[in-house]
């Protein structure tokens, strides 16, 4: 199915519900941001078909002993994951230590079934919400068209998840600019907007160079905005990694680096240290700078965020 056509309805399987004493306890990311010390956070992605859903659970475990901030759970193209999505941060909640943030798009989606599943969030207990457009079916680089009958921007998201619930919503902010974003400027626009619609905080597509996203933090502060922005790291461990992440954020992996890797590309081994090496580097820097937290793109595994926090001093 193509973006702009007309979902079928599908009924939403409500999982079990986290109880009210145990959601309340667990609290929201905007409160362990006021905290003041950096925030470690992950994000999971729901298991398909064909995963191993054990080997995830216990890499989602293994996770855990890193006592992050909170976690996020990634939500399919036009809604592929979505019961998947709400199953998986539920059982977080219900079975481990650590606060779930379900991913929303509303790619493909009318605004009737956006509806349907907030409702099934209030209804599993999950209140903490990562609000985004999302990216056309199949192919995340396709033109954008809004569903006849649902919304055009991130920030109707925002606005109407704030008519449904005393949820903590979260959004997407682009170093490089959204792909689709007609300038910076434009970009800063549209971020400023979603803040102003009732954004708690921000979480920033992949970043391998610390001074963009300084940059955007200066280009946002400028423009009256103090919402705060995590930085979202994902460590290089093949070289399908850096494709993928160019296809995935829209923006280029930075020369200098691409450089270093291409020279291991034939070492496996030395490709994943060499990873591992700049993905520390860079959290530093960032921590030096202030950064309000870290949150790390995981795939479901748990060795190299391991690795990389081992390294770090994040309080927890």
Known sequence: MTSGQLSPRRAVTPPAAVPARRAARLGTVRERLSAGAPVLSLEFMPPRP????????????????????????????????????????????????????????????????????????????????????????????????????????????????????????GVAAFPHRHPRSASIEDDTAHFVAKCQAGADYAITQMIFDVDDYLRLRDRVVAAGCDTPIIPALMPVTTMRTIARSEQLSGAPFPPRLAKRFAAVADDSSAVRALGIEQATVLARRLLAEGVPGLHFITFNFARATTEIVAELKIPA
């Open 50 to 169: 064909t995963d191993d859903a054990d080997r995830i659970w216990r890499n989602v475990r293994t996770l855990e002993s890193l006592r992050p901030g909170f976690v996020s759970v990634t939500y399919g193209a036009g809604g592929s994951t979505r019961d998947n999505t709400i199953a998986v941060a539920a059982r977080i909640a219900r079975e481990t230590t650590m606060l779930p943030v379900v991913h929303l798009t509303a790619v493909d989606h009318s605004i009737r079934e956006l509806r349907s599943f907030i409702g099934a969030l209030a209804d599993a207990g999950v209140v903490n919400v990562l609000a985004l457009r999302g990216d056309p079916p199949g192919d995340v680089t396709g033109k954008w068209v809004r569903h006849p009958e649902g919304l055009e921007y991130a920030s109707e998201l925002v606005t109407l998840l704030r008519q449904h619930g005393d949820f903590c919503v």
